[in-house]
């Protein structure tokens, strides 16, 4: 097996066991999540509980009606709107990634991926096949090689458009923590945002022996070796917790979520195992919580909230769920989605067609049109910002689509 087939092996291994983890709770929300960059974007913005605080005056969320894109800030006051926007991807770093249509020379609509500000001018456009959001300075681009297998080569441009890291990669991941892992025959490590003496970004880390790397998270990234088992390493590149897990995780409240045969648990950031590998999936933990799964007659997962160590707050009742964000935990629950609270307590009487976790803002966007709500709740429950009917939407904090239903 070549060493490329072995980075796709371990790639789709890993998206599949991300799809059946998210499959019933809203897979739409996740932008893309089944075509363009979102595959090796799973590690990065599609970590929605990662909570991105944003500057008043930047755009809290968008949609489109007829032809127009509407952007909007925290108080529901339209800043900007346009008609040529064909797509938003997400919004970091005061840019917003999206693809519009433009007029070329030869009086020619083209389509291409675009940086605008936060008041809705045009930074810059380029001309690749996809591009992410910005992190740490820059942006992930992707051209396919071949569209037919979805082979891509990817490099990493500027928030002026210009290509930095040139389009030589095989595989490649956003920058998380100031690095960026990247792949091509023969070489593969982690890039730093730092610019050095011939202009573009230096690999500080170098992996050898057919290792691959994934997203760095409070100072650790997992990596995994030639026979797939999985360890971490540290910022310097040393091996921090040997290899001997199943799957990759990212760190998340001094915790990382583990695998063997099929069983889930947690580890440490010394790598011993502090909540026994027994459930069949968990969430990572946030503001203290976390949710653990197991498996009904039918092997559909079951979840049950838990505190800090791992004790039981609640039976196995939810369908699904997310981690909590802002003290509430999103949950699917009798066909429905609604919040509770960190006792496992319904927070509020709502429930819902389509709902996204809490925001940075404090907000959570939620539609349920046979009652007419739609829009975003504060944390009692209550429509803060109403919305119009609309036809596709973003939440531009957690970087993922709203939907009215």
């Given amino acids: 097996m070549t060493q490329i087939m072995k980075i796709k092996h371990q790639f789709t291994s890993l998206f599949n066991s991300k799809l059946s983890s998210i499959s019933e709770l809203n897979l739409g929300n996740y932008y893309g999540v089944l075509s363009g960059i979102m595959l090796v974007m799973l590690f990065g913005i599609v970590d929605n509980a990662k909570l991105y605080s944003q500057e008043k005056n930047d755009p809290m969320y968008a949609y489109q009606i007829d032809q127009d894109w509407i952007f909007n800030d925290v108080d529901g006051k339209e800043i900007f709107r346009r008609n040529d926007i064909i797509e938003v991807f997400g919004f970091r770093e005061s840019i917003i990634t999206a693809k519009i249509e433009i007029t070329n020379k030869e009086n020619k609509i083209e389509e291409k991926w675009a940086g605008l500000s936060s008041e809705g001018k045009t930074l810059f456009t380029v001309d690749y096949d996809e591009m992410g959001t910005f992190n740490s300075g820059y942006a992930i681009v992707a051209n396919y090689t071949n569209k037919q297998v979805k082979d891509k080569v990817f490099g990493f441009v500027d928030k002026k458009g210009k290509l930095i890291v040139q389009m030589e990669y095989a595989d490649a991941l956003p920058f998380s923590e100031d690095l960026a892992y990247v792949m091509k025959e023969g070489k593969r490590g982690y890039l730093s945002n730092k610019l050095d003496n011939t202009g573009t970004l230096e690999m500080v880390i170098t992996l050898m022996d057919d290792k691959v790397g994934y997203n760095f998270s409070e100072g650790f990234a997992a990596i995994s070796n030639d026979e797939y088992a999985v360890g971490y390493i540290d910022k310097s590149g040393k091996v921090v917790i040997d290899y001997r897990f199943d799957e990759p995780a990212e760190f998340s409240e001094q915790k990382a979520k583990v695998t063997l045969i099929g069983k889930f648990g947690f580890i440490d950031r010394?790598?011993?195992?502090?909540?026994?590998?027994?459930?069949?999936?968990?969430?990572?933990?946030?503001?203290?919580?976390?949710?653990?799964?197991?498996?009904?007659?039918?092997?559909?997962?079951?979840?049950?909230?838990?505190?800090?160590?791992?004790?039981?707050?609640?039976?196995?009742?939810?369908?699904?769920?997310?981690?909590?964000?802002?003290?509430?935990?999103?949950?699917?629950?009798?066909?429905?989605?609604?919040?509770?609270?960190?006792?496992?307590?319904?927070?509020?009487?709502?429930?819902?067609?389509?709902?996204?976790?809490?925001?940075?803002?404090?907000?959570?966007?939620?539609?349920?049109?046979?009652?007419?709500?739609?829009?975003?709740?504060?944390?009692?429950?209550?429509?803060?910002?109403?919305?119009?009917?609309?036809?596709?939407?973003?939440?531009?904090?957690?970087?993922?689509?709203?939907?009215?239903?």
């Fill in 270 to 405: 010394d790598g011993q195992i502090i909540i026994n590998l027994a459930y069949d999936e968990v969430k990572p933990f946030k503001n203290g919580r976390s949710f653990f799964a197991q498996n009904d007659e039918n092997g559909k997962p079951k979840w049950a909230l838990v505190d800090e160590l791992g004790n039981r707050l609640t039976e196995f009742i939810f369908q699904n769920c997310e981690p909590f964000s802002n003290n509430f935990g999103m949950i699917k629950f009798d066909g429905s989605y609604g919040f509770i609270n960190k006792n496992g307590e319904f927070a509020f009487s709502g429930f819902y067609n389509f709902a996204l976790p809490f925001n940075s803002s404090g907000m959570a966007f939620v539609s349920n049109l046979e009652y007419e709500t739609l829009g975003y709740i504060n944390s009692e429950g209550e429509i803060k910002l109403k919305l119009p009917k609309f036809e596709n939407g973003m939440d531009l904090i957690l970087n993922r689509k709203i939907e009215a239903k």
